[in-house]
């Protein structure tokens, strides 16, 4: 936007001129995010971002904008005032938000590996699970405990069936007939 066009808004602005309001705002938002994103560090980023903070300043400045609170000598002063104001708003949020991040770590690979996860198997399942497993191990022949155990690991078919020389059919009967329970003896 032009110098020329600037002061033409800023009149209308300054007579409570709400379509002016709005066209400042689409002039100086891109400058006011590049004020707080200079100032904005990776920790604040996950609070709060610099669109956050300009339309809470534009939120609050549009009334006073509407009822021409405020009379600016020239673009610079505007600018100046919106700048101030942006600033103040964001030191506001660090302020608000400054206790929470002094108290969160980030997570580490070592950490993610000890926290438990929302599926995953309470102790009694695991228990239930191992005795599940033992039960069918003592049902099956030792050429199906191979089996069994290989797809336990997580091998697939093809995998399985190449390492037990069986064929892949024959891998998928043994799973299928363990599915059905502990109960066989072939």
């Given at each position: 936007?032009t110098g020329?066009?600037?002061?033409?808004?800023?009149?209308?602005?300054t007579v409570?001129?709400?379509?002016?309001?709005e066209?400042?705002?689409l002039?100086?938002?891109?400058?006011?995010?590049?004020v707080?994103?200079?100032?904005?560090?990776?920790?604040?980023?996950?609070?709060?971002?610099?669109m956050?903070?300009v339309?809470?300043v534009w939120?609050d400045?549009?009334d006073?904008?509407?009822?021409?609170?405020?009379?600016?000598?020239?673009?610079?002063?505007l600018?100046?005032?919106?700048?101030k104001?942006?600033h103040?708003?964001f030191?506001d949020?660090?302020r608000?938000?400054?206790?929470?991040l002094?108290?969160?770590q980030?997570i580490?690979?070592?950490?993610?590996?000890?926290m438990?996860?929302?599926g995953?198997?309470?102790?009694?399942?695991?228990?239930?699970?191992?005795e599940l497993?033992?039960r069918?191990m003592?049902?099956?022949s030792?050429?199906h405990?191979?089996?069994?155990?290989l797809?336990?690991?997580?091998?697939s078919?093809?995998?399985?069936?190449?390492r037990?020389?069986?064929?892949?059919?024959?891998?998928?009967?043994?799973l299928?007939?363990a599915?059905?329970?502990?109960?066989?003896k072939?």
């Open positions: 936007m020329e066009s600037l002061e033409n808004l800023l009149q209308k602005l409570g001129d709400t379509d002016a309001a066209q400042v705002f002039a100086y938002e891109p400058y006011l995010r590049m707080v994103r200079r100032k904005l560090t990776a920790g604040m980023r996950a609070k709060f971002d610099s956050d903070i339309q809470s939120a400045l549009l006073g904008f509407r009822q021409a609170r405020w009379k600016f000598q020239d673009v610079d002063h600018r100046a005032f919106l700048v104001v942006t103040h708003r030191v949020r660090v608000q938000h400054a206790p929470a002094d108290h969160e980030p580490t690979p070592s950490g993610l590996e000890t438990a996860s929302p995953a198997a309470r102790p009694s399942q695991l228990a239930q699970a191992d497993w033992e069918l003592a049902a099956a030792p050429a405990r191979q089996v069994l155990d797809k336990r690991q997580g091998f078919l093809d995998e399985i069936a190449a037990t020389q069986l064929h892949k059919s024959s891998v998928r009967r043994i299928y007939q599915a059905r329970g502990p109960t066989m072939s």
